[in-house]
Structures are given as structure tokens and as C-alpha cells.
DNA sequence: AGTGTAAGCGGACTTTCCCCCGCTTAATAT
DNA sequence: ATATTAAGCGGGGGAAAGTCCGCTTACACT
């Protein structure tokens, strides 16, 4: 009998459970390697060998190094979305959309500060403001509050786009740079001001 | 080029001969190679052995692999800061600030997109060098030109670093995309549209 | 259960980045 | 001119990222 050519959207195939197992197990083996020895020592031969697994397959798994970091982040991100999607207002449903985008900004500064060592480590190897898939969440969430504001003639998709870089700027450039410990909060903190001066300044009327 | 070094306080001591001429050496080598075999084939190995110096000669000019990009274009980077600087306004001086700062979005996304290989490439990099000094210049002129317009209680460190990345966010995006070819002026039109309609609303008085 | 097959696995191999450190040389002082 | 010295130079080498491909195995369909 021939197979069906086309698998349904959706439904390629289900994850075979030796990869899952193998995925969870390097994430985990990743977070221990990161609280026991820091960044610089987690490599991609030694992440294999303390895992247990082959290193082809922690790239298949990954792809690259800074991979495996914003697969960390994502696990996190994770919770976090929830609560932005489902929680409490002003966060979550339930406040006017001004209010959603300020807390959304200063809820996403305390996430990035608090997860500043990964953050850090998954910008380390690429691209300096869009970083990869978890931008790809704050940017939709934002141009989501964005349509429920009025806004004359914006360009949504761009000005969501300029919204998020300008979000993250100052606490990339913050992690970017070398020595960051104690002033962590100040910059937290003065990102999220920043971030609500800003867009009461794009979203109020002439 | 000639080094951007600051001449002014105490220059410990002039640059050698032989530095100034194997940078020069270096970055023409490696503009031939980029024209000629692409991105990838610029190794540090193989512009070392074409330039006929050592590897690490190549390394103590520019640090890291992304230091030759960004070396290259700051090079470009000239030009183009002195007609911000001194060209005709409303790029240059004479125009009110914020004519100004529209334009210098404009005139910067067209940069941005006509080295679009060479930016491509820098952001691949890997690792940060000294600095993402391309953007520290913009955002200086940026910081300059909103100090001349009235923004009540605005942190104006904070605005340039977020207008900077606002500006650069939806082309480094375009960017980081692979196979970009035919709709690069339609990005950076749109971005120039996007970039205009944000500082407006910033600007603008309630 | 048996079987076909696509996906997963592993680890040797290649590439290339970056560091190191003894030797050389240009700039300056005597 | 000669001596001094700090900066520059070179290329070997360690280390880690990323690739390749034959072997293995879980899953789906009889």
C-alpha cells in the first residue's frame, strides 16, 4: 500500500522518544555544567561526554554551540509567556493595552536580568539585537497590544519590530559588555522607565 | 585608513610605519577576497598566507574574525560620518534636529543596505570585540540631535540606545535572514517610513 | 510478531579560531 | 651614528566548533 505522500500539516511524525530523552537529558546536563563551571566551560565535547551521548548528537539536537542556550532560555520562556499570556493583569488580559505593554516591558527586563548569565551566552555567539526565537514571542505579544491601540497609519510589523529592538537594547548592550555584576538592578530598573516613557510617548494622540 | 585614534591627550606614540601599512595591506586583501570567493572563504589562515604576513600579525590588528568586518566597515564608515557631519543639511547641519534625524535614519538605512554583504558578515561573527563601535557613532549623533529637541523628563541615554536600535533592528532582521536579494530597497524603504513615523511620534508634543 | 524504513546516533575527522612567546624592527633619545 | 626599548611580527600549536557517514533503532504498517 503506498504511504500517504503528504503527511497532514501538523503531524510530519512523532518525536521518536530516544531524541526526546537524549534533548532533555543534554539540557540537563547543560544546567548542572552551568552552575557548577560557568559558561566558558560548557563545550560542545564536553557537554557530550558528561551527558553520556555522541557529539553529532548534541548538533543534531542543537545545531550550534549558542543553540543549546536558547534552547535553555526558550525552557524558561516558557513560564514566563504563561504568565503573560493567562496571569493576573496588568501582565496578563484584563488591563487597557497601554498597561499591558508597560508591564510587559519591565516584566521582560526582570526576565532578562535574571537569566543575564544564559542571555549573555546565547549573544555571545550571534547576532547582536535580534537574538533568534525568543525575540520572535516578545515581538509578536507586543504587535499584538500594539492593534488594540489606536495608531494612525503605523506600520504594525515594523514599528513592533522597533519596538522590541528598543526594548532589549539597553539590557543587550548592558550584558554585552564585559564585568556585569552589581549594577544589574540599576539597569533593570532604568530600562523598564525607559521602556514606558517610550511608548507612552508613540502611542499618546497629538 | 588612517587609525581613528584620538591624537589629542597625551598620544603615548605615534603608530609604526609597518602597523599602518600591513592594516591597510590587510583590509585590501581582504576586500579583493570578499569580492572574489565570498564571505566564507575569508579565513584568518588564508588572509594571512594571501597578504603575505603571519596569522598572527592578522589577529593582533583586528582581534577576532569580526573584527576584519568591522574594521571594513568603519572604513566605509567615514565617508559616510562626514557627511552627517559637515554635508549639506538636512542630513548635515542647518536643518531643525529632528529634519535632521529622519534623515539620518534615511541616509543610514541606505548605508546599512548598500554593505549589506560586509554588515551580514560582522554580524555573523562571533564573538564581541572591542566594541560594536559602528553603532556607538550613531548613537552619539543621536544622543546630539535629540538634546536640541524638547523632551520633558526623557533619559536621553537611554532614548538614543533605544532610537539607535529601533532604527537598525528591522534591517540587522532582514539581514539575518538568509537569501536576501531582490526586496532589499523595499526594506529599506519601508524601514526609512518606520524610522520618519517613530521619531514623529516620539518627538511630538501631547 | 515481523518487517521496512526513516530518523537518530556516535565519534573520528577537518577546519579555523585564537594564544603564545622568542625574534625583529621602527622610532626615539643620547 | 649608536644605543635603547617598546611595539610589532610570525608561525607553530592547542582547543573547540562543526561535518560526515556508516551503523543502529524506534515507529508504523501489515
Known amino acids: 500500500m503506498d504511504r500517504p505522500v503528504l503527511p497532514l500539516l501538523g503531524s510530519p511524525r512523532a518525536a521518536r522518544a530516544d531524541a526526546v530523552r537524549n534533548r532533555r537529558q543534554l539540557l540537563a546536563t547543560a544546567r548542572e555544567m552551568l ?11 564536553a557537554l557530550a561526554e558528561r551527558a553520556g551521548l555522541g557529539k553529532g548528537t548534541v548538533y543534531r539536537r542543537f545545531g550550534t554551540r549558542a543553540g543549546i542556550f536558547q534552547a535553555l532560555i526558550e525552557d524558561d520562556e516558557h513560564a514566563f509567556q504563561e504568565r503573560v499570556l493567562s496571569g493576573p493583569p496588568p501582565l ?21 536580568i535574571e537569566h543575564r548569565e544564559i542571555v549573555r551566552a546565547a549573544i555571545d555567539g550571534r547576532r547582536p539585537v535580534p537574538a533568534g526565537t525568543e525575540m520572535r514571542l516578545s515581538q509578536m505579544h507586543i504587535r499584538m497590544l500594539l492593534t488594540q491601540i489606536p495608531l494612525d497609519g503605523a ?9 522590541t529592538a528598543a526594548l532589549e537594547a539597553p539590557l543587550l548592550l548592558y550584558l554585552s559588555a564585559a564585568d556585569f555584576t552589581d549594577d544589574a538592578l540599576h539597569t533593570q530598573e532604568r530600562t523598564a522607565r525607559g521602556w514606558q516613557d517610550l511608548v507612552q510617548r508613540v502611542c499618546r494622540r497629538p
Open 92 to 112: 496578563g488580559p484584563g488591563a487597557p493595552a497601554l498597561d499591558r505593554l508597560i508591564a510587559y516591558g519591565r516584566a521582560r527586563a526582570a526576565f532578562l
Open 35 to 45: 552552575a557548577e563551571q560557568g559558561v566558558a566551560r560548557l563545550t560542545m565535547d
Open 155 to 163: 506600520d504594525l510589523d515594523i514599528l513592533a519590530v522597533q519596538l
